[in-house]
């Protein structure tokens, strides 16, 4: 099962409420994420005329496409219900709160995009973040040794 987890999202924020979305994609591009090439590192969603839209995705070239493959980098447009957009517009609305894609996976045939609503980590929350990681792997590995 093919799954792309953008590993920065739950590191940079704190993740509040997830969604659930479906992404419009090309051929070549589901071609390309059934391979495993793609990135969500720098890619965030927006909303825009009450759409809601992922930029910055990279999902590189179909290696057998031909003179159809498609642009690596471009805005792609995510399905969502309008109820969970106004409700996901009215959250972002509040200062430093972003919209940022957290994982890419299938369901069934249909790829599909979990899109977390975050607020951004100041360093020494990420330094924190870090050591309880350090103190939860420790612990983990004493406890295989017993």
């Given at each position: 099962m093919i799954e792309i987890?953008?590993?920065?999202?739950?590191?940079?924020?704190?993740?509040?409420?997830?969604?659930?979305a479906g992404i419009v994609l090309t051929g070549t591009e589901i071609k390309s994420i059934r391979e495993g090439k793609a990135n969500l590192r720098d890619s965030y969603a927006l909303i825009k005329n009450?759409?809601?839209?992922?930029?910055?995705?990279?999902?590189?070239?179909?290696?057998?496409?031909?003179i159809?493959?498609?642009n690596e980098t471009r805005t792609r447009?995510?399905?969502?219900?309008?109820?969970?957009?106004l409700k996901i517009r009215d959250k972002i609305q509040i200062k430093g709160y972003t919209l940022i894609p957290?994982?890419?996976?299938?369901?069934?045939?249909?790829?599909?995009?979990?899109?977390?609503i975050g607020?951004?980590?100041?360093?020494?929350?990420?330094?924190?973040s870090i050591?309880?990681?350090d103190i939860n792997r420790e612990i983990a590995k004493n406890l295989k040794k017993y």
């Open positions: 987890k953008n590993k920065k999202a739950t590191y940079d924020y704190y993740i509040e409420d997830t969604y659930e009450d759409e809601c839209f992922l930029l910055n995705m990279h999902i590189s070239a179909y290696d057998k496409g031909n159809f493959n498609h447009k995510l399905l969502l219900h309008k109820k969970e957009i957290i994982k890419l996976y299938f369901s069934g045939n249909r790829a599909k995009i979990l899109l977390g607020k951004g980590k100041k360093t020494f929350d990420k330094r924190e050591k309880s990681k």
